[in-house]
């Protein structure tokens, strides 16, 4: 949110530098500072490759998997 990001704006980034239609992008929680969204597994490691670096509204997105928790 500092950025001036909606949760549009992540969504249009990954259905555009990936080909995943938006509705594989679920669960988006914008933060100030940063968002987790959810992606289907079988799609993370291309998710990661293709939107890590992309700049969107002059901020670059730096994208990384969640870690489990336990």
Do not use: Q
């Not at 990001?5 to 239609?21: K, N, P, Q, S, Y």
């Amino acid at each position: 949110r500092a950025a001036g990001f909606e949760v549009a704006d992540l969504v249009h980034a990954l259905t555009e530098e990936t080909g995943l239609d938006g509705e594989a992008i679920r669960d988006v929680k914008l933060l100030e500072r940063f968002a987790i969204l959810s992606v289907p597994a079988s799609d993370l490691e291309r998710v990661i490759e293709c939107v890590d670096g992309t700049i969107v509204k002059g901020v670059e997105l730096r994208l990384e998997p969640a870690r489990a928790a336990g």
